[in-house]
C-alpha cells in the first residue's frame, strides 16, 4: 500500500451542504450562486488541508435508480432538490472540470453506488477517503477506506473502530443495522419498532439480516421474535436498498484521477461571470 491518497467525494451531499449553509448569494442578474460558492470554498479546504493526491466527485444522476424498480416508494418523502440548487449544478461541474477534478456519474445509480465501484476498483492500491455525510456510506470503511467529514467545524475522520464506538457494530454489517432498524430519510422500512438498540444487539448475537432470520426461534423476548417474523418481507427488501453497488464499471484508472491544484487560473472567466470577485483576487495573489 502507497501512503498517497485518493480523495472521493458525494457531490450531492456538498452541493445541500454548500446550498443551506449560505443564504441569498447571488449575482447581479439575479442567478443564485450561494451552493456554488460554498461548494468550492469546502472542496478547497480539502485540498488546502489534505492535500489529496487524486480526486473524483460523484454525483447522482436525475432518473430512477434500481432501487425504485425494487421498490417504488425509495425516497418517496424526499422533497425535490430546489430549483435554484438544480440551476447551480452543470456551474458546480463547470468548477471542477476548470481545474481537472474527475466527475463521475452512472444512469439507474446514486453517487454512493459510484463511490463505493471507485473503492472496490482502486482500494488495494491507495488509501481512500470518502467525503460523505451519508449513514450507508460508511459500509465502505476498511483497513485503508475512512470516511472524511467535518460536524460543527470540526474534522472527523471515521475507521472501523469508531464506527463500532458509535453504532455497536462494525462497517460491513451496516446495511444490517439499516435494514433492521429502517431509515426514515430514504423510506426504508426496516422491523417496525426495533431501534437502534436492538439492531445492533441481534446483529452482534447473531449476524446479519439473513442470520437473525434463520435463528428466529432462539430470540428473546418473544415481543422481538415476533416483530422480525412479522417483517421478514420488509426487513430483506430494507437491505436490498441499503446494500450499495460496487460493481459499476469505469474505463479510467488511478492515474487519471490525479489532483493538479496548479490550474486555478482557468476559474477566473468562470469566477467573473458568477461575480465571485473576492475568490478572483485571492487567486491572482495566489492566496487561494
Not at 16 to 25: E, H, M, P, W
Not at 193 to 222: R, T
Request: proline share 4%; net charge neutral.
Amino acid at each position: 500500500m502507497c501512503n498517497k491518497n485518493l480523495f472521493l467525494v458525494d457531490g450531492n451531499s456538498y452541493a445541500y451542504r454548500a446550498y443551506y449553509a449560505i443564504k441569498g448569494l447571488k449575482n447581479s442578474k439575479g442567478f443564485p450562486t450561494n451552493a456554488v460558492y460554498g461548494f468550492f470554498n469546502m472542496l478547497n479546504r480539502i485540498i488546502n488541508e489534505e492535500c489529496p493526491d487524486y480526486m473524483a466527485v460523484a454525483f447522482d444522476v436525475k432518473a430512477p435508480t434500481f432501487r425504485h424498480e425494487v421498490y417504488e416508494d425509495y425516497k418517496i418523502h424526499r422533497k425535490p432538490m430546489p430549483e435554484d440548487l438544480v440551476s447551480q449544478l452543470p456551474w458546480i461541474k463547470k468548477v471542477l472540470s476548470a481545474i481537472g477534478i474527475t466527475i463521475c456519474e452512472a444512469e439507474g445509480y446514486e453517487a454512493d453506488d459510484v463511490i463505493a465501484s471507485l473503492v472496490n476498483k482502486f482500494k488495494k492500491e491507495i488509501n481512500i477517503f470518502v467525503v460523505s455525510d451519508d449513514k450507508d456510506i460508511l459500509q465502505l470503511i476498511d483497513n485503508n477506506v475512512m470516511v472524511y467529514k467535518y460536524h460543527n467545524g470540526k474534522k472527523i475522520i471515521l475507521n472501523s473502530e469508531k464506527v463500532k464506538q458509535k453504532y455497536g457494530i462494525y462497517p460491513d454489517k451496516i446495511p444490517d443495522f439499516l435494514a433492521l432498524k429502517g431509515d426514515k430519510s430514504d423510506n426504508i422500512p426496516g422491523v417496525c419498532g426495533i431501534g437502534k438498540k436492538y439492531s445492533a444487539e441481534l446483529i452482534s448475537q447473531y449476524g446479519g439480516v439473513e442470520d437473525i432470520i434463520s435463528n428466529l426461534e432462539k430470540i428473546e423476548p418473544a415481543i422481538l421474535r415476533d416483530k422480525i417474523k412479522e417483517n421478514v418481507k420488509d426487513a430483506v427488501l430494507s437491505k436490498k436498498l441499503t446494500v450499495l453497488e460496487k460493481s459499476i464499471s469505469f474505463h479510467f484508472e488511478l492515474g487519471d484521477l490525479i489532483l493538479r491544484p496548479d490550474n486555478r487560473d482557468n476559474l477566473i472567466p468562470i469566477f467573473k461571470d458568477l461575480e465571485f470577485n473576492n475568490l478572483i483576487k485571492k487567486i491572482k495573489s495566489n492566496t487561494i
